[in-house]
């Protein structure tokens, strides 16, 4: 019960995390393939790096359902604490026609049901959440490279790359491959929606790797949203709801999570159908020229 009261002062529109300190030794090492891995077990016989960090873990709020008691009766809220838009799909009682759904404006919360005393327990139901307004109508803009000036970095994987780029949600996404702490500029202005800085390790080995990369996401001006993924653990220089332009720094690039190098993974999507589906983009060149990005192109920002 003090953990339902602790989430429903949530509705206040106050985001909680828990911060915890702790210092760890991380090794890089190579493998016969020429690419970069971590771990935090000492590496038996490739060549390894070893570094000490101290990390900060900050439990993230997401879109949710949450309860409110009050007396016998009990309510049940949509809660949306990103600084964005985001499309709720609550499917109640045993019937998958039984649904309502709704888009709950950025840093918002709304009553969905109130149950009367003749319930012991809330009625069983289920529910998904997609970021972004449906309704939004993206433009055709050309994307300033989101790469620090003056010199070249080269495009791992372009559209529909076969690695991982072959389906959505990432399908119109490319990989910029840069050495870690390379700083990250924003490709368009917009407002920062979301934040994960949790993690600090990088790998394919597993699908464990799948959902641990560190990210930000910028919600534009037409709805879209720019994800910025595999940052390093600690390089965030922007925090959520912070307003950026373009060219301004918005972190450091790692290796975090699924991935075989240090790069970074750019994509824009937007919410179709109750789906994050990635949009076809093109950069900008220095003479403002636009160009699709290609695999093994080498992209600047002058």
Same mark, same amino acid.
């Given at each position: #019960?003090?953990?339902?009261?602790?989430?429903?002062?949530?509705?206040?529109?106050?985001? $909680?995390?828990?911060?915890?300190?702790?210092?760890?030794?991380?090794?890089?090492?190579?493998?016969? +393939?020429?690419?970069?891995? $971590?771990?935090? +077990? !000492?590496?038996?016989?490739?060549?390894?790096?070893?570094?000490?960090?101290?990390?900060?873990?900050?439990?993230?709020?997401?879109?949710?359902?949450?309860?409110?008691?009050?007396?016998?009766?009990?309510?049940?809220?949509?809660?949306?604490?990103?600084?964005?838009?985001?499309?709720?799909?609550?499917?109640?009682?045993?019937?998958?026609?039984?649904?309502?759904?709704?888009?709950?404006?950025?840093?918002?919360?709304?009553?969905?049901?109130?149950?009367?005393?003749?319930?012991?327990?809330?009625?069983?139901?289920?529910?998904?959440?997609?970021?972004?307004?449906?309704?939004?109508?993206?433009?055709?803009?050309?994307?300033?490279?989101?790469?620090?000036?003056?010199?070249?970095?080269?495009?791992?994987?372009?559209?529909?790359?076969?690695?991982?780029?072959? !389906?959505?949600?990432?399908?119109?996404?490319?990989?910029?491959? #840069?050495?870690?702490?390379?700083?990250? !500029?924003?490709?368009?202005?917009?407002?920062?929606?979301?934040? !994960?800085?949790?993690?600090?390790?990088?790998?394919?080995?597993?699908?464990?790797?799948?959902? +641990?990369?560190? $990210?930000?996401?910028?919600?534009?001006?037409?709805?879209?949203?720019?994800?910025?993924?595999?940052?390093?653990?600690?390089?965030?220089?922007?925090?959520?709801?912070?307003?950026?332009?373009?060219?301004?720094?918005?972190?450091?690039?790692?290796?975090?999570?699924?991935?075989?190098?240090?790069?970074?993974?750019?994509?824009?999507?937007?919410?179709?159908? #109750?789906?994050?589906?990635?949009?076809?983009?093109?950069?900008?060149?220095?003479?403002?020229?636009?160009?699709?990005?290609?695999?093994?192109?080498?992209?600047?920002?002058?």
């Amino acid at each position: #019960m003090r953990v339902l009261a602790i989430i429903a002062s949530l509705f206040a529109l106050q985001i $909680f995390c828990i911060t915890t300190s702790s210092a760890q030794t991380v090794y890089k090492y190579q493998d016969s +393939k020429g690419r970069w891995h $971590f771990t935090d +077990k !000492k590496p038996t016989s490739e060549r390894f790096e070893r570094s000490e960090y101290k990390k900060n873990i900050r439990k993230r709020a997401r879109p949710s359902l949450v309860t409110k008691r009050e007396g016998l009766q009990q309510q049940l809220f949509a809660f949306n604490p990103y600084y964005g838009p985001v499309e709720f799909k609550v499917v109640y009682g045993e019937s998958a026609n039984s649904f309502k759904t709704l888009v709950l404006p950025a840093k918002s919360s709304k009553l969905l049901f109130t149950y009367g005393s003749e319930y012991q327990a809330k009625p069983k139901h289920r529910y998904w959440w997609v970021a972004g307004d449906p309704e939004a109508e993206s433009e055709s803009y050309i994307y300033t490279p989101p790469v620090p000036k003056g010199k070249g970095f080269r495009i791992t994987q372009a559209f529909g790359g076969r690695f991982s780029h072959s !389906k959505e949600p990432s399908y119109y996404a490319v990989d910029i491959a #840069m050495p870690v702490g390379t700083i990250i !500029k924003a490709a368009r202005a917009g407002v920062v929606m979301s934040v !994960k800085d949790d993690y600090h390790m990088g790998s394919v080995s597993s699908k464990y790797f799948l959902d +641990k990369a560190n $990210f930000l996401t910028v919600l534009h001006d037409d709805g879209t949203i720019a994800s910025y993924v595999h940052i390093l653990l600690g390089g965030l220089m922007v925090k959520a709801g912070d307003r950026v332009e373009v060219g301004q720094s918005l972190a450091r690039s790692g290796s975090t999570g699924y991935s075989s190098g240090p790069h970074l993974h750019f994509v824009i999507r937007k919410n179709i159908g #109750m789906k994050q589906k990635s949009i076809p983009f093109k950069f900008r060149s220095n003479d403002g020229t636009p160009y699709k990005p290609e695999r093994n192109m080498y992209i600047w920002r002058y």
